[in-house]
Structure formats: C-alpha cells, structure tokens
C-alpha cells in the first residue's frame, strides 16, 4: 500500500523525459489514501488516476486455464529438447 509521498514520487517519474511504464494492482475499492484524509478509488490519488489507463480484469475461465497450461506444457517441453540437444553436443 502505497501512501502520498509515494504517490508524489510517481508523479514527477511520470513526468519526466525518460517516463517509466508503471503498473499497478488493487482491489480496494473506495477508500482512504495513506497518509491523508481523503478517499479515492483504490487509494489513488484522483491526479494520478486521471492520468492512468484502466484494465479491468476477469477471473480465467476453465477453457483459459486449460489452453494456458497446453501452452505452457509446449514451451516447456520445447525448451527442455533444446536443452538436452545443446547439453549433449547436438546443435
């Protein structure tokens, strides 16, 4: 949980010529920021909200985790023949 000097820092980051790409997590709703007396979505200062992009998120879906996993299993498998053909001087 971040509070208001935390904020301010992230504020003149984003400001600057270099920006960081910033990301973020909560699910708290309307509340308190920390540090202050005032409440805001997620905690978040409105002048930084305004200035963030939104993404609202859905729990995965048996199919998505199935299909996650398949992919996993893929890379995995793909990267362990890789490994065992570079270990064993094939090429």
Known sequence: MLDIECFSFLNRALETELEPIVIMASNRGMTRIRGTKYKSPHGIPIDLLD???IISTAAYQAEDIREILTIRCVVALSLSL????CSSGRR
């Open 51 to 53: 200035r963030a992009l």
């Open 82 to 85: 890789s490994l065992s053909s």
